[in-house]
């Protein structure tokens, strides 16, 4: 396994939740790691993204203001902490690794299994 996402969840509006993406070290050697989602029906949306060496962030203006994505080199993770959470925001989300600093789902070639966030009252 390459990557794997954890720490979806249900939480009610108004909520918070960490999702954490970890990476194998070979695999995190590639530069930029994003974050997309996709709720039923709809299309994958890109949700946030962090280049590696630099730090650099890039979000949807969606989630701009609430969202905040950071790593850990160390722990070859990467973070989305996700504050006043929305139902709007319910999704499978999903992290990805690429090597250009892209929004476009097409940048990234390896894929992690998602996790589920719920946001209901």
């Known amino acids: 396994v390459q990557l794997q996402a954890s720490g979806g969840g249900m939480v009610q509006p108004g909520g918070s939740l960490t999702l954490s993406c970890a990476a194998s070290?070979?695999?995190?050697?590639?530069?930029?790691i994003g974050w997309f989602r996709q709720a039923p029906g709809k299309e994958r949306e890109f949700v946030a993204l962090i280049r590696r060496s630099s730090g650099t962030t890039y979000y949807a203006d969606s989630v701009k203001g609430r969202f905040v994505i950071s790593k850990d080199n160390a722990k070859s993770t990467v973070y989305l902490q996700m504050n006043n959470l929305a139902p709007d925001d319910t999704a499978v989300y999903s992290c990805a690794i690429g090597s250009t600093f892209s929004s476009s789902a097409s940048a990234y070639g390896t894929w992690g299994q998602g996790t589920q966030v719920t946001v209901s009252s």
């Open positions: 070290w070979r695999t995190y050697s590639n530069s930029v």
